[in-house]
């Protein structure tokens, strides 16, 4: 399999607890520059490594899950390359009709590429979210020692007002 991944509490508002993908910084830099600033300072103080043992299925799904999400973005760079490709030959396709062609197909490549790895992507997701079901008990309950006074209602970490 791949390597063990980090995990963490509310990565994101609507799941309680997911392996990281990519480095802490990154969600903690997209938080201060890219969330609500009302919603800032509760994501950035609940958000925090499990310090506990996890069920071994919710290292693997995650460990798939963080693969997935790896592949999935470098298919995805790959087919960015290849659209600003296609893009600047459309624009000379009169000059160069060869090139177009042929960054036509790179990235028809690489959407179908891009395409596989999404899928494989949520795949790993829709298992890696049913383990996490599975070990609802177990997972809320080292979530409840790892986190008091947490807002966490079993959906989101911001509270529904009625």
């Excluded at 509490?9 to 009302?38: T, Y």
């Excluded at 290292?59 to 790896?70: D, F, N, Q, R």
């Excluded at 177990?138 to 006074?149: D, M, Q, V, Y």
Aim: hydrophobic share 40%.
């Amino acid at each position: 399999m791949t390597d063990k991944p980090v995990f963490c509490w509310h990565i994101h508002d609507d799941v309680l607890v997911e392996p990281l993908a990519v480095p802490i910084e990154n969600r903690i830099a997209f938080i201060k520059g890219q969330k609500p600033k009302h919603e800032r300072e509760i994501r950035l103080r609940l958000m925090k490594s499990v310090k506990g043992k996890l069920p071994d299925a919710m290292v693997e799904t995650g460990a798939a899950c963080v693969k997935a999400w790896k592949d999935y973005n470098m298919a995805r760079k790959t087919w960015d390359k290849a659209r600003v490709a296609w893009d600047g030959a459309w624009e000379a396709c009169d000059k160069a009709w060869k090139v177009y062609v042929k960054a036509g197909e790179a990235y028809d490549e690489a959407g179908e590429t891009w395409d596989r790895a999404r899928k494989a992507y949520n795949k790993a997701r829709k298992a890696y979210l049913k383990t996490l079901a599975a070990h609802k008990d177990e997972i809320e309950a080292l979530h409840t020692k790892e986190c008091p006074n947490c807002p966490w209602d079993g959906e989101t970490i911001f509270p529904r007002e009625e």
